[in-house]
């Protein structure tokens, strides 16, 4: 009979478990993420009728945003709605689907809202004809929000999009994410807590006392 395999000494690591092997498996793993998040950067911009427009509007937004202090600062401003103790949780760059085509902009996730607003103000004709200017907004209460889920329209390439919907139906169309699956995770979970909240405020309702 051989002789039995020799264990390693202490200390050393053993064959396919070596240190630079776990430097190999987090190179690899960071150049995917980056990978992949410089091809959704590049899909957003490209979603764009005009990139150089796209980009200046991401650059003009960060400005924006530095200048008052932080997106939840600029986002209570730019909504007059929001509530004083509104808290902001999550921005997304991203786009939203018009008649007219897509509209570059940021999502706003708060603890009662679900907003967009445009980069960019954009032109429309006014009542007197003239030609004026306005940013593109939208803001839905969460607790009006009846679903949101990500739907994929083909494969190669992917178009990713989140459709809101809201009780009253009402469709919102939003694409062009640089961060999808995260977009997806917060929005989701958003509305899967607010529905829960409210069945059990429901459920608490109809418990009826116990007459003292």
């Given at each position: ?27 690899n ?29 991401k ?11 932080g ?9 007059a ?69 990500p ?9 990713k ?19 999808y699956?995260?977009?997806v995770?917060?929005l ?13 405020a ?11």
């Amino acid at each position: 009979m051989g002789e039995a395999a020799a264990a390693p000494p202490r200390g050393r690591p053993e064959r396919g478990d070596s240190p630079m092997e776990h430097i190999l498996d987090f190179f690899n793993t960071w150049s995917r993420k980056a990978e992949e998040l410089a091809s959704n950067i590049w899909f957003n911009l490209k979603t764009a009728p005009s990139m150089s427009d796209a980009a200046m509007g991401k650059l003009s937004l960060g400005a924006k945003a530095l200048s008052e202090g932080g997106f939840d600062k600029l986002y209570k401003q730019t909504f007059a709605g929001a509530g004083a103790d509104e808290r902001l949780r999550k921005t997304f760059a991203c786009y939203l689907s018009t008649a007219t085509g897509p509209v570059a902009g940021t999502l706003y996730l708060t603890d009662r809202s679900v907003a967009f607003c445009s980069d960019r103000p954009l032109s429309f004709a006014a009542p007197s004809g003239q030609t004026a200017w306005s940013y593109y907004k939208v803001m839905i209460p969460v607790a009006k929000v009846a679903a949101a889920e990500p739907v994929t329209m083909k494969e190669s390439p992917p178009e990713k999009y989140v459709h809101v919907v809201t009780v009253d139906s009402h469709d919102f169309w939003f694409m062009g994410f640089v961060s999808y699956d995260k977009a997806v995770h917060h929005l989701v979970q958003a509305v899967s807590s607010q529905q829960r909240g409210g069945a059990a405020a429901d459920t608490a309702a109809a418990v009826p006392g116990d007459g003292k």
